[in-house]
Each structure stands twice: as structure tokens, then as C-alpha cells.
């Protein structure tokens, strides 16, 4: 099993750029498949980004592809989220989510572990 652990978030104004990363707690990390998702007040968890174990298959949210770049160092068992071009429909909750799959899914209920979550906030 995993702990996880996001950070990067916070207060950023439109167009700009935001960093996320995400720390497992143990070497297994590199065995599970990683995901991004995010939660608007009001709104439900959505699917942001996906990446297999190895890094070979990456998926977006339709919304996001070619803002958002999700990568991972297995070495260091960090996941990251560059966050490029944010605009306000991008603030929320972002959560870092592990899968003991390898299949990078776009739902919620492939994923085994949670982080607590990092805010982010998009101004103008």
C-alpha cells in the first residue's frame, strides 16, 4: 500500500502556470498506475490527467490537453502536474490518486489511494 501526499497548489493569476507534485511513501509507487483528478465547490471529482506505471500511456481530460503536462519519476516516487495557460474553470481541489493497475483510468473507481489534496486558485 501507499500514503500519498500532494503540493504546489495555490493562488495563481489567469494565463499563468502552476507546478503540482505528488509524493508516495514507499518504492512500490513505481508499480501503480498514477492519476490527477480535481473537485469544484459544488461540482463532482473529475478525471484530469492519467499515466501508467511505466509512462508509456498517458490520458487527458479534452479540456486540458495542451495546458497540462503529467509526468513521473519513479526513482524519486513523485508524480507532477505542470499546469499551464490556468484559467478560473481550473480552480479547485486538485487530488493525487494510485491505481494497482497499470491501465491509466479515466474514473474514479480505478483508483485505490488518495491524497488529502492541494488547493488551487485561478484569479483574475
Known amino acids: 500500500q501507499v500514503q500519498l501526499a500532494e503540493s504546489g497548489g495555490g493562488l495563481v493569476q489567469a494565463g499563468g502556470s502552476l507546478r503540482l507534485s505528488c509524493l508516495a511513501s514507499?518504492?512500490?509507487?513505481?508499480?501503480?498506475?498514477m492519476a490527477w483528478f480535481r473537485q469544484a465547490p459544488g461540482k463532482e471529482r473529475e478525471f484530469v490527467a492519467a499515466?501508467?506505471?511505466?509512462?508509456?500511456?498517458?490520458y487527458y481530460r479534452n479540456s486540458v490537453k495542451g495546458r497540462f503536462t503529467i509526468s513521473r519519476d519513479n526513482a524519486k516516487n513523485t508524480v507532477d502536474l505542470q499546469m499551464n495557460s490556468l484559467n478560473a474553470e481550473d480552480t479547485a481541489v486538485y487530488y493525487c490518486?494510485?491505481?494497482?493497475?497499470?491501465?491509466?483510468?479515466?474514473?474514479?473507481?480505478?483508483?485505490?489511494?488518495w491524497g488529502q489534496g492541494t488547493q488551487v486558485t485561478v484569479s483574475s
Open positions: 490518486a494510485a491505481s494497482e493497475g497499470s491501465g491509466a483510468g479515466t474514473y474514479r473507481g480505478a483508483y485505490d489511494y
Open positions: 514507499r518504492r512500490t509507487f513505481s508499480r501503480y498506475a
Open positions: 499515466i501508467s506505471w511505466s509512462g508509456g500511456n498517458i
